[in-house]
């Protein structure tokens, strides 16, 4: 398999289709928002970008569920392993792709995982509690993955619930069976901190333009809740708050530039994160011309490949 990773705004879909093209093989999406249908322009499904010299490169694991949908690292795992086989079955190379550093690394590292009931009573303790003493709980567990859990109450008590379970499942996870072991060449894209911010706008800029505003108004016409919607990212939670009249159009737009580049930030400090854990991350220069990124990428996945036949 091949891995392409970047932040966000890094131009990663780009280079997985056109690797992709090159080598007979199929995407997998490792984002976790762009599962969802209907919400194309805030997870930044670029669909064009699957088109190469006019033809279609296949991907998976993108709008495969209802927008509401609850979804979890579990699910994804076990749909990522049922693309996987299906690409290899025909033959055909994968090319995991995103950005969400724990998607990636549940296959990469093969998180053991089970899926369990919710305990309630555990649920109801942490509702009654205040932000500020989930917070100090949550910052006392042992493993904080994402900041981006203090964002908000729900997250904070999501997070909380999963380390709770993942506690309680733990025999459970040592005796089920293990996620197998997938050789990867992982190839990252990188900019320079004030040029990747400038890509940032630009982009959020082009996402206000293609109607992304107009696209959250309809997913509340749908019944979304506003409160359920800032579940799911960035854009949706300013966005929300835009469209409900909480904040102003420009304070949505530079609260949410502000915060995504922030996100970017942490986003690379999960992958220098990866690398100190033994991850190798190829890393290639954004501010390269595509077609010289492209070939520089296709030359190590050529090496790769080659290095992986059986002597």
């Not at 927008?67 to 995991?96: H, M, V």
């Not at 901190?193 to 505003?213: A, C, F, H, V």
Request: glycine fraction near 8%.
């Amino acid at each position: 398999m091949i891995t392409i990773l970047g932040p966000t705004a890094s131009g990663k879909t780009y280079l997985a289709a056109n690797l992709a093209s090159r080598f007979n093989g199929e995407v997998i999406s490792a984002d976790s928002r762009q599962i969802f249908r209907g919400m194309d322009i805030g997870t930044g499904k670029d669909y064009d970008d699957y088109k190469v010299g006019g033809v279609a490169v296949p991907y998976h694991l993108i709008d495969i569920e209802e927008p509401g949908t609850e979804y979890n690292i579990f699910r994804y795992q076990q749909d990522f392993l049922t693309a996987w086989n299906d690409i290899n079955a025909r033959r055909k190379l994968p090319f995991l792709c995103g950005g969400s550093g724990m998607y990636l690394e549940a296959v990469l590292k093969g998180y053991r995982l089970v899926s369990a009931k919710p305990d309630v009573a555990f649920l109801r303790s942490l509702v009654e509690q205040s932000d500020e003493e989930l917070e100090l709980l949550l910052r006392k567990q042992r493993k904080l993955h994402n900041i981006t859990d203090l964002e908000n109450r729900q997250r904070m008590i999501t997070a909380l619930a999963i380390e709770h379970q993942a506690r309680l499942n733990e025999q459970t996870a040592n005796e089920s069976p293990a996620f197998p072991k997938i050789a990867s060449l992982i190839i990252g894209i990188s900019f320079p901190r004030g040029l990747l911010k400038k890509r940032i706008t630009e982009r959020l800029e082009k996402r206000l333009e293609l109607g992304m505003m107009e696209e959250i108004r309809h997913l509340i016409s749908l019944g979304i809740t506003p409160e359920r919607l800032m579940r799911y990212g960035l854009e949706y939670k300013f966005g929300a708050r835009y469209v409900t009249g909480e904040i102003s159009r420009e304070e949505m737009f530079q609260s949410l530039n502000r915060a995504v580049h922030q996100f970017a930030k942490r986003q690379m400090t999960w992958f220098r994160r990866m690398e100190r854990n033994g991850f190798y991350i190829h890393w290639l220069d954004g501010r390269l011309p595509p077609e010289q990124m492209i070939e520089v990428a296709v030359t190590q996945v050529a090496e790769y490949n080659k290095s992986q036949i059986p002597r």
